[in-house]
T-cell receptor
């Protein structure tokens, strides 16, 4: 299994500002994933972050809005830029376990409210 | 495109009841299926992972089954407790290892004391 921590756990931000969310994993992993969960909805993948290369974004998500860093095999950041109330969501960091089973593990999430 | 559906969307039961949550998916070419639990405002906790070659997995009072050919999975919870109250999500991974998960909308379970 993997233990994932995220900072901050929650934040309330003003429209037009940016917030950077940190994700720390207790073991080295190749891929890290960032998901968004809008109120009352299921999870949507934002992007996949590989160490040493640019993140791969899903349809509907762009690097200018959600820049991602992946400086090493245990850490990643997601920035939500130029926020609007529509960005109010839970943002979740996730990794796949090692081995053939590819069990997915999630962090505790960052609850973001944009006023 | 893979679509995952969970039925029912919400379920309320008295404590002690056995219950079944359903998950269906449109593309049977999956690598595995995973059931998660999510408490309000929190992250996801992995409950059970079933590989495509497996029929079921058990952990304590939980039992998950998989019928890959028909695109269905069920999560059986025995002797439900108020602490089981949460949203239960199923997610499937395509056959290529490492590819992304597709999630269902979840079943919100309330177990009443």
């Amino acid at each position: 299994s993997a233990v994932i921590s995220q900072k901050p756990s929650r934040d309330i931000c003003q429209r037009g500002t940016s917030l950077t969310i940190q994700c720390q994993v207790d073991s080295q992993v190749t891929m890290m994933f960032w998901y968004r969960q809008q109120p009352g909805q299921s999870l949507t993948l934002i992007a996949t972050a590989n160490q040493g290369s640019e993140a791969t974004y899903e349809s509907g998500f762009v690097i200018d809005k959600f820049p991602i860093s992946r400086p090493n095999l245990t850490f990643s950041t997601l920035t939500v830029s130029n926020m609007s109330p529509e960005d109010s969501s839970i943002y979740l960091c996730s990794v796949s376990g090692t081995g053939i089973y590819n069990e997915q593990f999630f962090g505790p999430g960052t609850r973001l409210t944009v006023l | 495109k893979q679509e995952v559906t969970q039925i029912p969307a919400a379920l309320s039961v008295p404590e002690g009841e056995n219950l079944v949550l359903n998950c269906s998916f449109t593309d049977s070419a999956i690598y595995n299926l995973q059931w998660f639990r999510q408490d309000p405002g929190k992250g996801l906790t992995s409950l059970l992972l079933i590989q495509s070659s497996q029929r079921e997995q058990t952990s304590g009072r939980l039992n998950a089954s998989l019928d890959k050919s028909s695109g269905r999975s069920t999560l059986y919870i025995a002797a439900s407790q108020p602490g089981d109250s949460a949203t239960y999500l199923c997610a499937v991974r395509r056959e290529t290892s490492g590819s992304r998960l597709t999630f269902g909308e979840g079943t919100q379970l309330t177990v009443n004391p």
